[in-house]
């Protein structure tokens, strides 16, 4: 028997919606906080054990590879907040709409933006 379903479906061909885009990188952004989770403990350990453990880490935190991995945390954690957020409300039957997701879905990716930028020029990545 022949069908008609499709058969090698590319899945970047897929045009999904902005909500659903949102929501799945919400689970890598996710995934990324938890691998992250190493960085922050030795951070932290690091920065509470002594005076000269804390200026460790700020000589550290001048490196290239420690900046750009903050900087992905900042990310990450930035964008889980929000997408979090965005997602209680919704499973509070808040802004379940099509028209109220799609909003919500544009204004985390905005705040992400913008906070990560503020973020990124808190980091020192960039100086103005």
Known sequence: M???RPRNINPLSIQ???GALVSITH????ILVFLLIPFFLWALQLSLISPEGFNSLKDHLQLPFYKVTAMLAAAGLIF???AGFRHILMDLHIG???TAGRI????VISLSLLLLI???YWLGGVTL
């Open 16 to 18: 999904l919606p902005i």
């Open 96 to 98: 379940e709409s099509k």
């Open 118 to 120: 503020f973020a990124v």
């Open 2 to 4: 022949q069908t008609k």
């Open 80 to 82: 889980h907040l929000l």
């Open 27 to 30: 689970r890598l952004s996710g």
């Open 104 to 107: 919500s879905a544009k204004l």
